[in-house]
């Protein structure tokens, strides 16, 4: 019995201490000039050690009803490439001091606009709304 009691224990602190390390942000900025939204989640990757953590996000442009989900891609020198599901866009931006910066650039490779973010405070209510978007949006994006 004490050993049960043991394991929970250890298997409660466990998923605490992994909800802990997720990491949400929101980013408000421009896009050519357009106004859009940003909402990154940042989790450590499963495999430890030091890899790199694993990112999910979504975006929304200030006129748009709709969630654009993005495929997220990173490198140790804090550069993401987010690219939009069924590759309408590629996002390719740098980490700042306060937000990010960088290009969009077009599926052809004609077009490229200038990204300019900055991170915006997340209220727990954001965080569950911006949650549900992510989820809906994933789950709009691949179901059968």
Sequence with gaps: MKNIYFL????????????????NSLYKGTLNNQSITLY???QPNPCGGGTLPLYEGIYQYASGKNWIELSVSNNAKENLCLAEVNFTGVLI??????????IWISPDAKTQHKVVLK???LTPKQKEE??????????E????
């Design 119 to 121: 991170k915006q405070p």
């Design 8 to 23: 929970t224990l250890i298997l409660i602190s466990t998923l605490k201490l992994s909800a802990q390390d997720i990491k």
């Design 40 to 42: 990154l989640k940042q």
């Design 130 to 139: 911006m949650e549900v978007n992510l989820e809906r949006t994933h789950y």
């Design 93 to 102: 931006l740098k980490k700042t001091v306060n937000g990010m910066e960088g």
């Design 141 to 144: 994006n691949n179901d059968c």
